[in-house]
């Protein structure tokens, strides 16, 4: 080959390594762009794997920012996101559905807790005062609930499969969750449905288990959802995060107590449980199922929440899933 023709040579091959960082033609995996991904975070033992990816420079390894934006409640959750204030949250199916009952606005990209036989989510609880010890005793009872939620449709699911009907299943709204459990403890309610770690508080202040997700782990679950603009926009830095957040559930599981400075330094359970309360295992990389999905959206119609089904493709997606290595 001649110099002339050797120098060309090299010219063409530089002008294409040009033209594929300009381009990005040439290039398999797009970069993460420093866009920062911002979360809604409430004060639940869901988070728990988040603030470790974040405490542990997970995040950072995966060369993404991460913004954890505090809130008090669903309902302020709920705000933070249509506001645009946050890209993702941790929810659950119900909201994903209240979410897309006009159209596809968040997207579930991942389990983030499931019940299973031997952990509870969500236990239906009966004060100690009531005398109720069965579901059969609730028929009729006021049960309380935060009404067109994720509560709601556990304590209609776990009932139902105990054998009440519809019509025997009753409910009064309490929202506020120690307020719920405060009212259960004072006999004021004669049962109510609480999430972990409340539900193990109360059974320590007297109150019965009726039933739980234990028996029916398909019901009690939650979710990370992003905005689909966001996924749409930022695909390698949502899977820089799942990335670090599957890694920081891989030492989670492996070693549970990993996670317990975790639930003083957030205050993600009350101080008298934070040296006793186990630290829950986490689900690896894993999705709703389409049945799991169509139950809560045909419920949600049933119960006036939406007026149309909320289809299962769009609202849940897989390609965002972390493969195993």
């Not at 359970?269 to 986490?282: E, M, Q």
């Not at 990389?285 to 799991?292: G, H, I, R």
Request: proline content about 7%; hydrophobic content about 45%.
């Amino acid at each position: 080959m001649g110099k002339n023709t050797l120098q060309r040579f090299l010219y063409l091959v530089v002008g294409l390594l040009i033209s594929c960082n300009l381009f990005s033609g040439c290039v398999s995996t797009p970069a993460i762009d420093k866009t920062p991904v911002r979360i809604a975070m409430l004060p639940i033992l869901d988070t728990i794997p988040l603030y470790l990816a974040q405490d542990a420079g997970y995040f950072a390894d995966e060369g993404i920012s991460v913004e954890f934006i505090p809130v008090g409640s669903a309902a302020e959750r709920d705000q933070v996101m249509a506001a645009g204030r946050a890209d993702g949250m941790i929810n659950d199916l119900v909201s994903v559905v209240l979410y897309n009952r006009q159209g596809i606005t968040v997207q579930v990209v991942r389990f983030m807790r499931v019940a299973s036989k031997e952990v509870p989510l969500y236990r239906v609880l009966a004060s100690a005062k009531a005398g109720i010890k069965t579901a059969a005793d609730l028929a009729g009872v006021p049960i309380g609930i935060s009404q067109g939620s994720i509560i709601d449709y556990v304590t209609d699911q776990l009932l139902l499969s105990e054998g009440l009907s519809p019509d025997e299943i009753k409910t009064v709204a309490v929202p506020n969750i120690p307020e719920r459990m405060a009212l259960l403890g004072s006999g004021e309610l004669k049962a109510a449905t609480l999430p972990e770690p409340f539900a193990t508080l109360a059974i320590q202040n007297g109150a019965v288990v009726i039933t739980d997700d234990r028996s029916h782990p398909e019901f009690g679950n939650s979710v990370i959802s992003f905005h689909k603009t966001f996924l749409d926009r930022h695909p390698a830095t949502v899977k820089g995060f799942l990335k670090a957040v599957e890694r920081a559930i891989t030492d989670i599981n492996a070693s549970p107590e990993k996670g317990r400075p975790i639930l003083s330094k957030y205050k993600l359970v009350p101080p008298d449980l934070v040296a006793s309360y186990p630290v829950p295992a986490f689900p690896t990389s894993s999705l709703p199922s389409e049945a799991q999905f169509d139950n809560v959206a045909q419920w949600a119609r049933q119960k006036g929440l939406v007026d149309r089904t909320v289809p299962y493709v769009g609202s849940v997606i897989d390609n965002f899933l972390v493969k195993p290595e």
